[in-house]
């Protein structure tokens, strides 16, 4: 029960503050414990039978009181009661105010990589404060980011407004503020970056459908969606709910609906180390989009690097071609180059723009091929413990080539014979001195006999103090015994694979048949691994290898080492165990140095495939050169630090690992080592790789890629110099594949989701008229504030007392006891 009042009256009356009740809500008197239904009439009845029991009371007692006097005191004791019976009911005042609640209108910003392209038709609104060109993240940021248009003012009176930005996750964007961190009076926003590795709709749109009190959601996109998870149907059924929900999706679509015209040169690949004065290749993939490019202009750039190595110096035009790219064509270009000098350069190819590119800024590639150019050629120590065919073609092949100085040591060879290679040695090489002349050291089934511990430590110095490349290729003849001889035992710690007891090896090894042969089985993830890499496109080298002869013979292995990576795995199911297939050539690292194993001896059976040997000769060049980069800066090294590949693109994970010493060669004992990673446009970020259990000197870090172009790790190693060697990695990233396979605007798409919704469609040209397609949401509502009790103040009571003296007073004047 409740009436209108007076705030002045009540102030004035029960000294009630009225300061929290606002100045325009209707201010009510009510009741809190108001009787309902039938206990109304017992409440009114109590007080009538109370207010009898007065009168009747006074009427008994004061006989001899004339009978207005008996009616004054009665008067009085039944406003009393009056005032107690009220206070039993708490008045109290209270107010109602209406106020009108905004809908919310959620803005969605397309935050991938795709919004970062520039389109030749003006993506972006025609009036004269917009440039005629910019990139769909700047159309976004006009009109969202900018000092504000008119739409947006509108948009903003009717509605508020939340912003998300999203690429595969969606995450709340806060309004600016001031300089002096106050609200600026219209709100604005910050810029959308675009650098989101890919797209998902259907998880920003669900999100954004969970707002309550929705009345629209506004879509600024180029409709890709690349989350595999969910399509169009998805989409569409989120659609359909909205429509239900009656909340329509505005949506503005950005970009140009028509594939792109474009020429793109995409890659540009070059082995990592190559020699002075040998030839090598230098590969390049160029695209065609939509372009009649009948005389495409291309030039390999040679870029040299500064002394301090910190970024290309000079650059110098090696060689131009007119090449013929039908439209939608794609080409891969090989030129060839032979280095004159040392050092290091770093090789692009650059393709002249053409007339109506949409994008001129990829007609190079973002990160060169860089490759050292080595001056001396690698020393490499052969011994094979018997002349069968794999030492006879090895041998051959790598006295031949070019890069390689050779030396040889057939065990089995009479004394009074000389020894083969570029290089005859007349001894086995047994001291540190003679060791250390070498690079790599291979090993081919070798017979223990001429092995003892004082070898296999020297061994164990070269890899893992000294960065030298080891390679041991096991054999039918000698490999248990070398593996088990107390002597030379010790190699099996330097191998990247896990190795069985031996005499249940040798058992195995008698029990399985070796009269069929199994094709080799590949290891697909490490097809870009250099030992592997016979073509330019992983395609192209894993149907290289399926071409290859199979196995008949390999040596038992419970597996690769938890660091290491298996290249080749047996085929045969039956020599699988719990940890996988049987690894047949694995790579991995012992302290400083490379190290290969090969547990087959059958390689020399590749030479019947290709054109003169050619998978057989790449196969040992690359084994050769990939355990030659670990001795790269000669003995002075005191690490090395890898990447899992050399390309990547954003958002993918690198995996840096690390090998280091300290200034005498032992291996670094540090809890942490810090790096600095430094890649285009911003300062370098300080990383920090931790220590590999179990593997002393040895640490790891995990990255992900978020910038373009070139990237480099540096450790920075205590008492290392400037002019010092320097522990690196370099690699290269780009953008994600799946968002610039299509980066054309899905019009359709967006035009169907928009209808089905129940919204609209929008062009960035026609974007001021998106408020006036928000509907009218705006709800009134009564809110009624928190009762104020009127008995509980100071007034009351002075009220009631007064009463009660005022019938004390007259009692006593009345001479009434």
């Known amino acids: 029960m409740l009436f209108s009042v007076s705030t002045g009256i009540l102030r004035w009356l029960f000294g009630v503050g009225t300061d929290e009740i606002p100045a325009d809500a209707e201010v009510h008197a009510t009741w809190s414990h108001w009787p309902h239904s039938w206990r109304v009439f017992v409440a009114l009845f109590v007080f009538v039978g109370l207010a009898w029991l007065v009168w009747r009371l006074y009427c008994a007692e004061?006989?001899?009181?004339?009978?207005?006097?008996?009616?004054?005191?009665?008067?009085?004791?039944?406003?009393?009661?009056?005032?107690?019976?009220?206070?039993?009911?708490?008045?109290?005042?209270?107010?109602?105010?209406?106020?009108?609640?905004?809908?919310?209108?959620?803005?969605?910003?397309?935050?991938?990589?795709?919004?970062?392209?520039?389109?030749?038709?003006?993506?972006?609104?025609?009036?004269?404060?917009?440039?005629?060109?910019?990139?769909?993240?700047?159309?976004?940021?006009?009109?969202?980011?900018?000092?504000?248009?008119?739409?947006?003012?509108?948009?903003?009176?009717?509605?508020?407004?939340?912003?998300?930005?999203?690429?595969?996750?969606?995450?709340?964007?806060?309004?600016?503020?001031?300089?002096?961190?106050?609200?600026?009076?219209?709100?604005?926003?910050?810029?959308?970056?675009?650098?989101?590795?890919?797209?998902?709709?259907?998880?920003?749109?669900?999100?954004?459908?969970?707002?309550?009190?929705?009345?629209?959601?506004?879509?600024?996109?180029?409709?890709?969606?690349?989350?595999?998870?969910?399509?169009?149907?998805?989409?569409?059924q989120l659609a359909r709910r909205a429509r239900a929900q009656n909340t329509p999706w505005l949506i503005v679509g950005l970009g140009d609906p028509h594939p792109p015209r474009n020429l793109e040169v995409s890659e540009v690949h070059a082995d990592a180390q190559v020699w002075k004065d040998d030839p090598f290749e230098i590969r390049a993939v160029v695209k065609n989009t939509g372009l009649d490019a009948s005389g495409i202009r291309l030039e390999l750039i040679e870029q040299t690097w500064d002394p301090r190595g910190e970024s290309p110096a000079a650059e110098r035009v090696l060689e131009t071609r007119e090449v013929e790219l039908p439209e939608g064509g794609r080409l891969t270009?090989?030129?060839?180059?032979?280095?004159?000098?040392?050092?290091?350069?770093?090789?692009?190819?650059?393709?002249?723009?053409?007339?109506?590119?949409a994008n001129t800024d990829d007609n190079q590639p973002l990160a060169p091929a860089e490759v050292k150019v080595l001056d001396d050629k690698a020393r490499v120590l052969l011994i094979s413990g018997g002349p069968h065919w794999e030492y006879r073609f090895v041998s051959r092949l790598l006295e031949r080539e070019a890069s390689i100085d050779l030396s040889c040591w057939l065990q089995t060879l009479d004394p009074n014979r000389a020894q083969e290679g570029d290089t005859p040695i007349a001894h086995l090489p047994r001291t540190r001195e003679d060791l250390?002349?070498?690079?790599?050291?291979?090993?081919?089934?070798?017979?223990?006999?001429?092995?003892?511990?004082?070898?296999?430590?020297?061994?164990?110095?070269?890899?893992?103090?000294?960065?030298?490349?080891?390679?041991?290729?096991?054999?039918?003849?000698?490999?248990?015994?070398?593996?088990?001889?107390?002597?030379?035992?010790?190699?099996?710690?330097?191998?990247?694979?896990?190795?069985?007891?031996?005499?249940?090896?040798?058992?195995?090894?008698?029990?399985?048949?070796?009269?069929?042969?199994?094709?080799?089985?590949?290891?697909?993830?490490?097809?870009?691994?250099?030992?592997?890499?016979?073509?330019?496109?992983?395609?192209?080298?894993?149907?290289?290898?399926?071409?290859l002869p199979g196995i008949i013979w390999s040596f038992p292995v419970l597996g690769a080492v938890p660091t290491a990576r298996p290249l080749l795995e047996h085929s045969d199911p039956a020599l699988s165990q719990l940890s996988g297939p049987r690894p047949l050539l694995v790579a991995g690292h012992f302290g400083a140095g490379r190290t290969l194993f090969a547990g087959f001896a059958e390689t020399w059976r590749w030479r019947q495939v290709g054109h003169n040997a050619e998978f057989f000769n790449r196969y040992w060049v690359q084994v050769s050169r990939f355990l030659i980069e670990g001795r790269a800066v000669e003995g002075q090294r005191r690490g090395i630090m890898e990447t899992d590949r050399r390309r990547y693109e954003i958002g993918d994970r690198i995996t840096v690992v690390a090998q280091l010493n300290d200034a005498r060669y032992q291996p670094l004992d540090l809890s942490e080592v810090t790096a600095q990673w430094s890649a285009p446009g911003r300062e370098p970020v300080p990383i920090t790789l931790r220590p590999t259990p179990q593997q002393p000197g040895r640490f790891e870090a995990t990255l992900t890629a978020d910038s373009l172009g070139r990237n480099d790790i540096r450790i920075n190693l205590p008492e290392t110099s400037e002019t010092g060697p320097k522990v690196e990695a370099t690699f290269s990233v780009a953008p994600p594949s799946s968002e610039t396979l299509r980066s054309w605007q899905e019009e359709t798409l967006l035009r169907d989701l928009a209808e089905v919704s129940g919204g609209r469609y929008f062009s960035a040209t026609e974007i001021a008229e998106l408020p006036g397609a928000v509907p009218d949401r705006k709800q009134t509502v009564i809110v009624e504030g928190r009762p104020q009790p009127v008995w509980d103040t100071g007034r009351w009571l002075l009220l009631i007392v007064g009463l009660l003296t005022a019938e004390w007073a007259l009692r006593k004047r009345w001479k009434l006891p």
Not at 337 to 357: I, K
Not at 505 to 517: A, C, D, G
């Open 62 to 236: 004061a006989i001899a009181l004339t009978t207005q006097r008996r009616r004054w005191l009665a008067g009085l004791r039944i406003a009393v009661v009056l005032l107690l019976f009220v206070t039993a009911l708490g008045p109290a005042i209270s107010y109602t105010q209406q106020r009108v609640l905004r809908p919310v209108v959620v803005v969605l910003r397309d935050s991938s990589q795709s919004m970062a392209t520039v389109d030749v038709t003006a993506s972006s609104p025609t009036d004269s404060a917009t440039p005629p060109r910019r990139s769909r993240a700047a159309v976004i940021n006009h009109w969202l980011s900018e000092p504000p248009h008119d739409w947006r003012l509108r948009l903003q009176g009717r509605s508020q407004l939340r912003v998300f930005d999203f690429a595969r996750a969606v995450a709340p964007v806060e309004p600016q503020s001031s300089e002096s961190g106050e609200a600026l009076p219209v709100t604005s926003w910050p810029p959308v970056s675009p650098n989101g590795a890919g797209t998902n709709l259907h998880r920003a749109l669900s999100e954004a459908m969970s707002e309550r009190m929705l009345a629209a959601v506004v879509l600024f996109t180029d409709g890709q969606h690349t989350d595999h998870g969910t399509g169009s149907n998805e989409l569409e």
């Open 333 to 357: 270009l090989s030129f060839s180059h032979t280095p004159t000098a040392a050092g290091r350069f770093a090789y692009t190819v650059r393709a002249s723009p053409l007339e109506g590119e």
């Open 436 to 547: 250390l002349k070498y690079d790599v050291v291979l090993l081919l089934d070798p017979d223990p006999a001429d092995f003892d511990e004082a070898w296999m430590q020297l061994l164990t110095e070269f890899v893992g103090e000294h960065a030298g490349g080891l390679l041991y290729m096991a054999g039918p003849t000698h490999t248990t015994r070398f593996l088990s001889d107390a002597r030379t035992r010790r190699l099996a710690t330097l191998l990247p694979v896990r190795l069985a007891d031996v005499a249940a090896t040798e058992v195995s090894r008698l029990l399985e048949s070796p009269e069929r042969e199994w094709p080799l089985a590949v290891v697909e993830s490490q097809l870009d691994h250099p030992v592997l890499r016979f073509e330019e496109s992983t395609a192209a080298s894993l149907d290289a290898w399926r071409r």
